[in-house]
């Protein structure tokens, strides 16, 4: 395993604990299938979502969702490490708009590598891990509740009644694992992240926009991850030691304005996985995986653009890891109810 996943106490340093919930409705997500498909035909910056086929020397890289040049800068250099090692291949980087649309890239072969843990679980079959990436020095991050510095919420309960924004409705970091740890405060999310008729309003957009909507006042609180957050804190913000201890954003608190207040950090989340297409069938699918195993934060950084932002949380390597490490994330999935249907 990746490590202790045991949780802290609750509170401004406190991660989500308590009973798993009772009896509920599943709601489904659909991760392949049409919704998927539509996805695809938008994945940003291109127009032919992958223009490769099974057994081609090109290869398509799904990113996670996000902004796509700054997804696109920070795995450049793994991009770059395995056009270089490995004889006649070249590496095509996608990131589409939303999660639902990387599993159909994979399921009609026109995708080859992704790195979301959401899509891993919807069928780990259709999956071969490579492993867990490792960013800024730490095969974890975190998910982190803000609020406005001089705001009255202090603790997850104070959300009753607010406005949270969240990022997309399937982000382990940006939804799944807040709307877990909001339950387990007792607060009823409803049908959430479907519907926000819970004991709070809630909006699902993106990090970035969730962080730009509390800014903006359009939030009293937003969730994201702590690469995102952190950077919105004030340097003498309280942390709790597992944050000290595990966080590849520590260089970047103070960095950004506006200044948020942190209220809650969940407990050490195994970063995006990294996997191959099961059905991808190439000489150097297995060469791949030992390469970026094997890869070090100086053989990486020879490969780094001369405009590189190294404060982008680089890849260095890959933790050795299986779906078993992702045990806590489909545990909350489940406890929220969202199936991802087929």
């Known amino acids: 395993m990746l490590g202790d996943n045991s949780e802290p106490d609750a509170g401004v340093s406190g991660a989500d604990d308590g009973p798993n919930r009772g009896d509920l409705s599943r709601r489904q997500f659909v991760v392949g299938g049409t919704a998927g498909i539509a996805g695809l035909t938008a994945l940003s910056g291109c127009t032919d979502i992958l223009g490769s086929a099974s057994g081609s020397d090109t290869i398509t890289m799904v990113l996670t969702p996000g902004t796509p040049s700054d997804v696109r800068q920070r795995y450049e250099p793994m991009r770059a490490l395995v056009e270089d090692q490995v004889d006649g291949v070249s590496v095509e980087m996608q990131v589409p708009q939303d ?33 867990t990436t490792v960013t800024g020095g730490t095969a974890f991050y975190f998910s982190m509740m803000l609020t406005h ?27 799944i694992f807040a709307l877990y740890a909001l339950m387990e405060a007792g607060l009823d999310i409803g049908d959430a992240p479907e519907e926000d008729n819970g004991d709070f309003s809630g909006t699902w957009t993106n990090h970035e926009q969730a962080l730009i909507r ?22 003498d913000a309280e942390l709790p030691q597992r944050v000290q201890d595990k966080s590849a954003a520590l260089d970047t608190i103070g960095n950004e304005s506006p200044t948020f207040r942190p209220f809650w950090f969940s407990f050490p989340i195994p970063k995006q996985p990294v996997y191959a297409r099961a059905t991808w069938d190439a000489d150097y699918k297995s060469e791949i995986g030992d390469i970026l195993i094997n890869s070090t934060a100086e053989q990486i950084q020879q490969y780094y653009p001369e405009d590189y932002n190294e404060e982008q949380l680089p890849f260095t390597t890959l933790e050795d890891t299986t779906i078993d490490d992702y045990q806590p994330v489909i545990d909350r999935l489940d406890a929220v109810g969202i199936d991802l249907a087929e």
């Open 149 to 175: 510095q001089d705001s009255s919420i202090d603790e997850r309960t104070d959300i009753e009644g607010k406005e949270m924004a969240f990022a997309d409705r399937l982000s382990t970091s940006g939804s």
């Open 214 to 235: 509390l800014g903006e006042n359009e939030a009293d609180a937003a969730v994201t991850y702590g690469g995102n957050g952190m950077p919105h804190i004030s340097q």
């Open 99 to 131: 999660y639902s649309a990387v599993r159909p890239a994979l399921e009609s072969e026109q995708a080859e590598i992704g790195m979301d843990d959401v899509t891993l679980i919807s069928n780990p079959d259709l999956m071969d891990v490579y492993g």
